[in-house]
């Protein structure tokens, strides 16, 4: 079973308009993290917005916001007034401390494709 | 403060060949992390150094390693290179100040490897 999932391979936002990207996961370790990274056409993986899974509060960054629901197991990243520069692929990961994983070690979804148009 | 730099940007080498790829994390970090990302399998985990010790690996085989030296800057080699090894090689580096679970890890711009 995958672990990250991400079910919208590609999505269209109109610039200045909010988009969710979702993210589900699957784990059975009590204490994880998740976490979204968006990566352009350059190739570099730049990190956006961190969620602990004992944080009480939804995690914001910018106009980057996650919405985590614990017992549904998503963790969907909200960008608020979408911009060109946003048009990236979009990754949702996860690292588990048990299970073989270490702090070096995230399990990446498929990823989403977003495009923004003027 | 200098990102996270991988060399070559580009690499193409023929089957049977072998190739090594230069990681040097961003300064201080002492942590340095592989992935191979391809539009099949998406981004997959290939090993993790943490002062020059592998502390982590991936389901990969044998034929992908890795070194770390003492300074934290880091090696991946593939041997017999197969024409599935055609990838965007990652390298990332985190500080590792704890052992919690939000260290982010920062990426560099990748190697990307063509095996013909």
């Known amino acids: 079973a995958q672990k990250i999932t991400q079910t919208q391979p590609g999505m269209f936002v109109q610039e200045k308009e909010a988009v969710t990207l979702d993210c589900t996961y699957d784990?059975?370790?009590?204490?994880?993290?998740l976490f979204w990274y968006k990566q352009p056409s350059s190739g570099e993986m730049i990190f956006l917005i961190y969620q602990g899974s004992y944080d009480q509060q939804n995690a914001t960054e910018g106009r980057y916001s996650l919405n985590f629901q614990k017992a549904r197991k998503s963790a969907n990243l909200v960008i608020s007034a979408s911009q060109l520069g946003d048009s990236a692929m979009y990754f949702c990961?996860?690292?588990?401390?048990?299970?073989?994983?270490?702090?070096?070690?995230?399990?990446f979804g498929k990823g989403t494709k977003l495009s923004v148009k003027p | 403060k200098a990102g996270v730099t991988q060399t070559p940007r580009y690499l193409i080498k023929t089957r049977g060949q072998q190739v090594t790829l230069s990681c040097s994390p961003i300064s201080g970090h002492r942590s340095v992390s592989w992935y191979q990302q391809t539009p099949g399998q998406g981004l997959q985990f290939l090993f993790e150094?943490?002062?020059?010790?592998?502390?982590n690996k991936g389901n990969f085989p044998g034929r992908f390693s890795g070194r770390q030296f003492s300074n934290s800057r880091s090696e991946m080699n593939v041997s017999t290179l197969e024409l599935g090894d055609s990838a965007l090689y990652l390298c990332?580096?985190?500080?590792?100040?704890?052992?919690?679970?939000?260290?982010?890890?920062?990426f560099g711009s990748g190697t990307q490897l063509s095996v013909l």
């Open positions: 784990t059975s370790d009590p204490s994880y993290g």
């Open positions: 990332a580096s985190s500080l590792v100040q704890g052992k919690g679970t939000n260290e982010k890890l920062f």
């Open positions: 150094y943490f002062s020059e010790t592998q502390r």
């Open positions: 990961a996860m690292r588990e401390l048990k299970n073989g994983g270490s702090q070096g070690n995230l399990i």
